[in-house]
């Protein structure tokens, strides 16, 4: 599928037989509504070189756990361990969302993933809250912007297919301005506090 702007979701050039976490025709309308205006962009999304969809089952194989291997630790799993955690997430309906990005010129490899989480709650006349995690872009794709495409898909997708009434993310202090340029920002008295149990 190609929007009129120009930017190639290639929809139908996926396998068939991918099982996706979550509904592929969701994205539909954000690829039709999505504006890239950075040429630098040009030749990679424009240009078909690279794919843009929701985690699939057998992307286990494309090298899905090693690009996260990028971001943090992740132990060992295997092809059980990723089936039995992709089935549970994908069984919390409307709440998973990876979006990943494959390389078509290099062995179909997963080279970006990003998630949006959505939490229900019974704040907000039972609204939903979105959170962006676990963004990351494969070492040799670094530079062509792929992260801002993540980034940016997910908050549109929050904010007009979850109706989400809030969204955040969790970052290191060097990529501050980074998510500012997509609108996030501290919001005062606000602070993040984490404890981590040794496993």
Known sequence: MTAQNGFTSKISDNNHQN????DINLLESIFQDYSLKDSKLCGN??????????????????GYIELLRQLTECGTITY???????SELKECSNTYYTVIIQ?????????????????KKFIRQCGTRGRIEDVVVDDRCRGQQLGKVLVDLLTQFARDKCDCYKISLECKDHLVNFYQKFGYKHEDQQNYLCRRFVT
């Open 80 to 86: 059980d361990d990723y089936e039995k955690r992709f």
């Open 19 to 22: 099982e996706y976490l979550f």
């Open 103 to 119: 390389d078509k010129n290099v062995d179909q490899r997963i080279v970006g993933s990003a998630t949006l989480v959505c939490e």
């Open 45 to 62: 999304i424009y240009d078909g070189k690279y794919i843009v969809r929701p985690l699939g089952k057998s992307d286990f194989d494309q």
